[in-house]
């Protein structure tokens, strides 16, 4: 199984400032590592998906990278509407995985 | 307007059985490989079982390997959970979603249905 480790459980940021969130799998998934935003209350929501693409709608401070074992999200101009859980969910290989989530909070 | 959307959560004894119902519209669902992901209160998104576009691979979390069958039924936009033997464990939301494909592609999360088992 692919243990995937988000660097952080909680970070809290400044108004504006630029987050980077870390996740490592335990064996390469390629470029199969999407991320997901969770807000209190409401399901899940497509940030990136295949570690880079974009999804139509969400705004362009949300940036993904990497590959292999090693992905980032970076949210460049953090906004008040961006507290939320993140999440990196791999489909590379069976069964699948979530990271632990990690907690935005401003400053 | 993709949707989907679960139904069939409720509080059951342990050892007690769930069907799970989601139902999609608005996409192409025979197209896509779709999941059940759980949350247990407090806690983050786990893995729960996943069903290829045309049914015939389906894979599932150890901890439900044996008591859960995921099904589906392209004919009527349905993707299925059934849930046997159910532990206070398993007590979670459980979201229906697709797995995004590479081109093309739409991904989509039902607002979940809740599953309690307690004694």
């Known amino acids: 199984e692919i243990v995937l480790t988000q660097s952080s459980d909680f970070q809290s940021v400044p108004p504006k400032g630029t987050v980077t969130i870390t996740c490592r799998a335990s064996?390469?998934?390629?470029?199969?590592l999407h991320w997901f935003q969770q807000k209190p209350g409401q399901s899940p929501k497509l940030l990136v998906k295949?570690?880079?693409q974009p999804t139509p709608g969400v705004p362009s401070r949300f940036r993904g990278s990497g590959s292999g074992t090693l992905f980032t999200l970076i949210i460049n101009g953090l906004e008040p509407e961006d507290v939320a859980t993140y999440y990196c969910h791999q489909t590379g290989t069976f069964p699948y995985s979530f990271g632990q989530g990690t907690t935005l909070d401003i400053k | 307007q993709e949707q989907l959307v679960e139904s069939g959560g409720g509080v059951v004894h342990p050892g007690m059985s769930l069907r799970l119902s989601c139902e999609a519209s608005g996409f192409s669902f025979r197209n896509y490989a779709v999941q059940w992901v759980r949350q247990a209160p407090g806690k983050g998104l786990a893995w729960v079982a996943l069903?290829?576009?045309?049914?015939?691979?389906?894979y599932y979390a150890d901890s439900v390997k044996g008591r859960f069958t995921i099904s589906r039924d392209n004919s009527n936009n349905g993707l299925y959970l059934q849930m046997n033997s159910l532990r206070p464990e398993d007590t979670s939301v459980y979201y229906c979603t697709n797995v995004p494909r590479l081109r093309n592609s739409v991904q989509v999360w039902g607002q979940g249905t809740t599953v309690t088992v307690s004694s």
């Open positions: 069903i290829s576009y045309d049914g015939n691979d389906k």
């Open positions: 295949y570690a880079s």
């Open positions: 064996q390469s998934v390629t470029y199969n």
